[in-house]
């Protein structure tokens, strides 16, 4: 993968979080392969960012986590979305495609 691709995951990395726990909760591990396996790969998710940005979206009251065991037996860290994390990916997800829209539009010329 290009850094270029990985430039563009920049400031959005709350937004693919939220969008990975909308329908189940899910260890760190678990949020690195939904992302991956929804953009087949295009974009890669480093823990050096996913877990700052699990803390700081836990600290806004955004996401909830517990300790529970994996379907291998091993202990692990669950994160799962509160209704104002719900709330917030609704708004993240709505900016989102007024923005990609917009930028569409401007790349395409029209």
Known sequence: MSKKKNSLLQGTVDLLILSSLR????HGWGIQQRIEQLDSH???????????????????GLIHSE???TENGRRAKY???????R?????EVAQWRAFSSD???LIEGA
């Open 42 to 60: 295009v974009l890669t998710l480093k823990q050096g960012s996913l877990y700052p940005a699990l803390v700081r979206l836990g600290d806004q």
């Open 67 to 69: 300790w529970r065991m």
């Open 87 to 91: 709330e917030r990916l609704a708004e």
């Open 23 to 26: 329908t189940e909760d899910r």
């Open 79 to 85: 994160y799962g979305l509160t209704p104002a994390g």
């Open 103 to 105: 930028l569409n539009l």
